[in-house]
């Protein structure tokens, strides 16, 4: 099977990248041809090389549309910069420059993602479709659902495509309404791939009800190698490195340090477990995908609460080893999450460490931490800190519980949350759908939301 994927890659890491970059892996070891179009940066992960990636960049530069009202030669000359750093330089050091930072602080964001969704340049549109052509797919896929309004501008092959169920809540979180580029392409789609039941009832039928009858339930899963086997001897010398071992009970909060991650919700729980009288300590593990204004926050509440000698901020971690590490050698994950999550790989991968995950009651942590009768973490009431340091607090009293919890999630895991299980219930879907050839009603560009 021929398999043309499409990747909105970031300047971090991110679940929804590591998700797509493991799919695209494990379909090639089924034997698909798998080719990844990859759109803003490579796709940065901590699964598979770059290099060995073999991935298509450029084939449009979003640098044109951050300068689109810059005059024509000015909006050349930085494109071609932009497009060459973000392609060939580090994209994470280019990212965290004073210069680069400094632009992304002027960045219109709102505007750009409006662009993007609603004015697609049409030199673009026709490089992508030479790309396609070329490739002649026999089902195509997109990561996220903001690609929606670019797939249903692009020649209709008469090729299945397939969607993720996610993506299209940041474009909303910016003040762009993606809906209706989403909803005037939603013949364009035959399948919406969920990562969980949760998702499905709580973001798609609500604000997507239209593709709720197309969308099939796949949990996600991580690659559950070796790296997990790690000794504690060889966990503890890692995540020495990033942060001080101590006796203290220690809590990890890893992701994107975004505000719809919940970070600060973190820190209230530190602070009220210190009050009574718990040793604990909170590692902060991950960085910012778009400026450094929440880090900021984040800082400045340390300093309010006194937290200080509590709270280690560790930041960009690019190893899969030592993120591993700074996992076994944490006691709990909090999964401080303020939105429904769709999933939330971050949770199977403590699951895999053998640590207990504490979630909220919404989004996909109760699906996957209640999973075939597995007590794999706790689940608190959404964005309640008070509820998050009982759970907390119980943990530490309760530590024959806390290391069933943690057996639990690596059963799990091995038995069903891993990317094997997830990338073969994908590939029969796909073989499913191409063998029930789509017919589909031309649909024309969308129109701006007004």
């Given at each position: 099977m021929r398999i043309l994927f499409g990747i909105t890659g970031q300047l971090s890491y991110g679940g929804l990248v590591q998700q797509s970059v493991v799919l695209v892996k494990y379909l090639r070891e089924f034997?698909?041809?798998?080719?990844?179009?990859?759109?803003?940066a490579p796709p940065r992960n901590d699964e598979v090389d770059l290099d060995d990636l073999e991935y298509i960049f450029g084939a449009f530069n979003i640098a044109d549309y951050v300068l689109r009202d810059k005059p024509a030669l000015l909006r050349w000359l930085l494109g071609w910069y932009a497009r060459y750093q973000v392609a060939n330089g580090n994209p994470h050091k280019l990212k965290s420059s004073p210069a680069a930072a400094r632009s992304m602080r002027e960045v219109d964001v709102k505007k750009v993602i409006e662009n993007l969704?609603?004015?697609?340049?049409?030199?673009d549109l026709e490089k992508v479709n030479r790309l396609r052509r070329r490739f002649n797919p026999d089902i195509e896929y997109a990561c996220e659902l903001s690609m929606a309004g670019y797939f249903g501008v692009l020649a209709d092959l008469g090729v299945p495509l397939v969607s993720a169920a996610q993506g299209y809540e940041l474009c909303q979180r910016y003040g762009v309404d993606i809906i209706p580029a989403i909803e005037t392409n939603a013949p364009r789609i035959d399948a919406l791939i969920s990562g969980s039941h949760a998702n499905l009832k709580e973001n798609i039928a609500r604000d997507l009800p239209f593709l709720a009858p197309k969308t099939r339930v796949i949990h996600y899963g991580v690659v559950n190698d070796q790296t997990f086997d790690m000794s504690m001897q060889e966990a503890r010398r890692r995540a020495a490195s990033f942060a001080p071992l101590t006796d203290d009970f220690t809590m990890i909060s890893l992701g994107r340090?975004?505000?719809e991650k919940g970070v600060d919700l973190a820190l209230h729980v530190v602070r009220i477990l210190l009050n009574s009288g718990y040793r604990v300590r909170l590692r902060i593990v991950g960085d910012s995908l778009l400026g450094?204004?929440?880090r900021r926050v984040i800082?400045?509440?340390i300093g309010m609460m006194d937290l200080q000698p509590y709270v280690d901020f560790v930041g960009f971690v690019e190893s899969k080893a030592d993120k591993v590490a700074l996992l076994k050698t944490s006691n709990?994950?909090?999964?401080?999450?303020?939105?429904?999550?769709p999933?939330?790989?971050v949770i199977c991968e403590a699951m895999a460490a053998g640590i207990p995950v504490i979630a909220p009651d919404t989004g996909a942590g109760a699906e996957i931490l209640g999973w075939n009768g597995y007590q794999s973490g706790m689940v608190y009431r959404t964005q309640d800190t008070g509820d998050i340091a009982d759970r907390v607090a119980y943990l530490i009293d309760n530590p024959a519980a806390a290391e069933e919890m943690g057996r639990n999630g690596r059963r799990a895991v091995a038995e069903h949350f891993n990317a094997e299980r997830m990338s073969s219930d994908i590939l029969h879907l796909f073989e499913e759908l191409v063998n029930r050839p789509p017919v589909h009603a031309g649909v024309g560009p969308p129109k701006a939301a007004s």
């Open positions: 034997g698909c041809q798998v080719l990844p179009a990859v759109a803003l969704v609603y004015r697609p340049d049409e030199g340090v975004e505000v450094e204004h929440y800082d400045n509440k709990v994950l909090l999964a401080t999450f303020i939105k429904s999550e999933f939330g790989l």
